[in-house]
């Protein structure tokens, strides 16, 4: 549940978003072979989740999908 959290706040977002970039970059620019691609093609999901505010990772906890909803959430 902290995790969750803690992905939905501004920190966890900003983190998502640069970790995203951050694979993108290595996977397209530093790798330059298939591999790379690889990378740089799932450095995308934590990019769009940080700038859509959405945890994938939170519904293996039983909270809700979207980053509002989980700021929001009591623990029931």
């Not at 978003?17 to 450095?43: D, E, P, Q, S, W």
């Not at 999901?45 to 959405?54: C, Q, Y």
């Amino acid at each position: 549940m902290k995790f969750s959290q803690f992905m939905a706040s501004g920190l966890g977002r900003v983190l998502r978003v640069v970790a995203g970039i951050a694979l993108i970059y290595y996977g397209l620019f530093v790798l330059k072979n298939m591999t790379g691609y690889a990378i740089g093609a799932i450095g995308v999901a934590p990019l769009l989740a940080g700038v859509f505010d959405v945890c994938v990772f939170a519904p293996l906890f039983k909270m809700p999908l979207a980053g509002g909803a989980i700021r929001a959430y009591k623990k029931p």
